[in-house]
C-alpha cells in the first residue's frame, strides 16, 4: 500500500471534527470530551486526522511540501488510534491508515525527524529502541531460574519488551511475571540477551523497513523456542504480534496473548487463585495498542463500488476498536480480593492516550508528559487510590508524570497487584 491507495479515505473525510471528541451519547460533561491529545493541545485543525488527510491529499497534488512545519505536524501524533474509532462511529472509512502512509512517504522521501532518527539507529545497531546494551537485556532474571528460550523448548515464550528490560523500575513486573507463571506450572521460558524489539515503534514512527526486519528476527525465534503460546506484557509487543504482522503479511504461527489474557486464562483454570487481600481502590487505564488497536486484524480484499454511499464487493468489515483487549484485565483485577475498581469517563476504545506512541516522549517529551497528566487528573477525580494499567510505557508515563508534579497517587501493572494476592 501506498499514500496514493488510500486517497479515497483522505477525500472522504467530510471534516465534520467527530475524529476530535468522543462520540456525543458518551458525553456527561464538559471535562474530558476530547478523545485526540493532539487537537487537544494544540487547538488548530491541521493537528486533528482531519487536518492531517487534507494535507495528504495537499502532498499528493504538490500543493505542500516538507517544511519543517509539515513534518512538525505530522510526527506530533502519538499514533493512538483514538480518532480512527471516534470517526468510525459513524463512518465507514479509515482514518489511521493515511496517518501511517505519510509517515511511510516522509521517510521514503528522507523528510523524518531527527531525533527518531537516532531511536531507529539504535535499534539498527542494538535491537533496541530503549538505551541498553543486547548482552544485558535479560539481566532483570537473574536468580529466578527461567528457562532461557533461544536454548531450549518451551510452552510458552515469554517476551518481555525493550523498556521492562532494560529500565529497572519496571523489572518487578517481569519478575513478577515469572512468578505467576511458575506459581501457575506453566512450561515458560525467555529469551532473555536473544530477545529483540518487536518492531511497533519503528511502524508507528513511520520506518516500515526496520518494522518488517524485527518482525522476521522475532518469527525466527517463535520457531526455534516450540512455543505454541507467546505471551507478553508490553501492549506495543501484543499489537505488532497480534496485528501489525499479519498485516503485513507475517502471521505468526503461534498463539500470541497478551499477559493479562493468560492470566484470566490461568484463572478460569484454577491454576492461579488469588486469596490474600489487597486493599485499594484502583481505576484502570485501557493502553491504546492493547485495547482499540489490539483487536484481531480483519483482512479484506476488494473492490469499492462507485457511488454516493460507500459499498464494496464483497462486504467489508471494519476495524473499530470495540474488541480490544478489555475484559480480561478488569476479570483480573476483580478477581482479587479486597481490591475495588472504580471507572474513568473515557475508557475502553475511547481511551485517553498515556501520551508515550508515536515516537512523541522522545521527539516531543513536554506534550507527551501533558497529554500524561491530563490522564492523571482524570484518573484522580474518580477517588482512586492508585492507576493501574497493563502496559510499560504507560505505567513509565504515569509515573513520571506523576512524580514530576509531586503528586501521590500510585502507579501499578495489573500483574504486581495479582503477584501480591495470589
Not at 471535562?31 to 492531517?52: K, L, M, Q, W
Not at 523524518?112 to 545497531?125: A, F, G, H, S
Not at 501533558?370 to 484518573?379: C, F
Request: charge should be neutral.
Amino acid at each position: 500500500m501506498a499514500l496514493e491507495d488510500v486517497r479515497k479515505e483522505m477525500e472522504t473525510c467530510r471534516r465534520c471534527s467527530a475524529c476530535k471528541f468522543i462520540p456525543l451519547e458518551m458525553v456527561n460533561g464538559y471535562e474530558n470530551t476530547y478523545v485526540c491529545p493532539s487537537i487537544a493541545r494544540y487547538d488548530f485543525h491541521t493537528y486533528s486526522a482531519g487536518g492531517r488527510m487534507v494535507t495528504g491529499v495537499a502532498l499528493l497534488e504538490d500543493r505542500v511540501g516538507y517544511s519543517d512545519k509539515f513534518i512538525e505536524v505530522v510526527y506530533n501524533c502519538q499514533m493512538c488510534g483514538a480518532c480512527d474509532v471516534a470517526c468510525k462511529y459513524a463512518m465507514d472509512m479509515e482514518v489511521l491508515e493515511p496517518l501511517y502512509e505519510i509517515r511511510f512517504r516522509c521517510v521514503e522521501e528522507g523528510h523524518t525527524n531527527p531525533v527518531l532518527d537516532k531511536v531507529i539507529n539504535m535499534l539498527r545497531k542494538q535491537k533496541t529502541m530503549v538505551a541498553g546494551i543486547q548482552s544485558k537485556r535479560g539481566d532483570w532474571a537473574k536468580g529466578l531460574d527461567v528457562k532461557d528460550a533461544s536454548k531450549e523448548q518451551v510452552k510458552v515464550l515469554y517476551h518481555v519488551g525493550c523498556l521492562t528490560s532494560y529500565d529497572k523500575d519496571l523489572w518487578k513486573v517481569a519478575q513478577a511475571t515469572v512468578s505467576l507463571l511458575k506459581k501457575a506450572g506453566v512450561d515458560a521460558g525467555i529469551a532473555g540477551a536473544n530477545e529483540v524489539c518487536c518492531g511497533g515503534r519503528a511502524y508507528q514512527m513511520g520506518y516500515k523497513e526496520d518494522f518488517m526486519n524485527q518482525a522476521k528476527k522475532n518469527l525466527e525465534m517463535f520457531k526455534k523456542s516450540g512455543a505454541e503460546i507467546v505471551v507478553t506484557s508490553c501492549a506495543d509487543g501484543y499489537q505488532a504480534f497480534k496485528v501489525l504482522y499479519e498485516k503485513c503479511g507475517m502471521k505468526p504461527d503461534v498463539e500470541v496473548l497478551h499477559i493479562t489474557e493468560y492470566l484470566d486464562r490461568l484463572i478460569k483454570e484454577g491454576k492461579l487463585e488469588p486469596k490474600k487481600k489487597v486493599d485499594l481502590t484502583v481505576t484502570y487505564h485501557d493502553p491504546c495498542r492493547l485495547g482499540r488497536l489490539g483487536e484481531p486484524y480483519i483482512p479484506w480484499e476488494g473492490r469499492e463500488i462507485p457511488g454516493h454511499v460507500r459499498l464494496f464487493d464483497p462486504p467489508r468489515e471494519f476495524m473499530r476498536g470495540t474488541y480490544g483487549v478489555y475484559e480480561p484485565p478488569r476479570k483480573v483485577l476483580k478477581s482479587i480480593p479486597g481490591l475495588q475498581l472504580v471507572e474513568m469517563g473515557r475508557i475502553k476504545e475511547y481511551t485517553w492516550c498515556c501520551g508515550s506512541g508515536g515516537g512523541v516522549e522522545t521527539s516531543n517529551p513536554d506534550y507527551a508528559a501533558w497529554t500524561a497528566n491530563e490522564r492523571i487528573v482524570e484518573a484522580d477525580s474518580t477517588g482512586a487510590d492508585a492507576l493501574v494499567s497493563a502496559c510499560p510505557w504507560c505505567e513509565k508515563a504515569f509515573s513520571d508524570s506523576i512524580n514530576s508534579q509531586g503528586g501521590s497517587m500510585k502507579v501499578y501493572d495489573i500483574v504486581e497487584l495479582l503477584d501480591k494476592a495470589v
